[in-house]
């Protein structure tokens, strides 16, 4: 599964971005797709994930109420949509797959995630 980002860039706080994630290749039925982020100096963190079957979502704390992550299947595309940004969602924002045959809850956590993209950077100031 290849996976690659978009929609990246800068903005102030309160500001608003779309991120984008586009996977081809895939064979799977359904995957789990997430996006993480790292800031310089921190571990990578996960920020929403979404299966692909149904369109169940998760969200960390941290961005709940704020980010919305949503889905195209038709265009394989996962999209994130950040608002209200503040200086602490500056960082590489990366998106990843994971086949889900079985489960409809997607993990939330790094070495879950089998397939990875490039990632797109962020930077709020």
């Known amino acids: 599964v290849q996976l690659v980002e978009s929609g990246g860039g800068s903005v102030q706080p309160g500001g608003s971005l779309r991120l984008s994630c586009t996977a081809s290749?895939?064979?799977?039925?359904?995957?789990?797709m997430g996006w993480f982020r790292q800031a310089p100096g921190k571990e990578r963190e996960g920020v929403a994930t979404?299966?692909?079957?149904?369109?169940?979502?998760a969200y960390a704390d941290s961005v709940k109420g704020r980010f919305t992550i949503s889905q195209d299947n038709a265009k394989n595309t996962v999209f994130l949509q950040m608002s209200s940004l503040q200086p602490e969602d500056t960082a590489m924002y990366h998106c990843?797959?994971?086949?889900?045959?079985?489960?409809?809850?997607?993990?939330?956590?790094?070495?879950?995630?089998?397939?990875w993209g490039q990632g797109t950077q962020v930077t709020v100031s």
């Open positions: 290749g895939s064979s799977y039925a359904t995957l789990c």
């Open positions: 979404i299966y692909n079957g149904g369109g169940r979502t």
């Open positions: 990843a797959a994971v086949p889900s045959p079985y489960s409809a809850m997607c993990p939330g956590v790094v070495y879950e995630y089998h397939y």
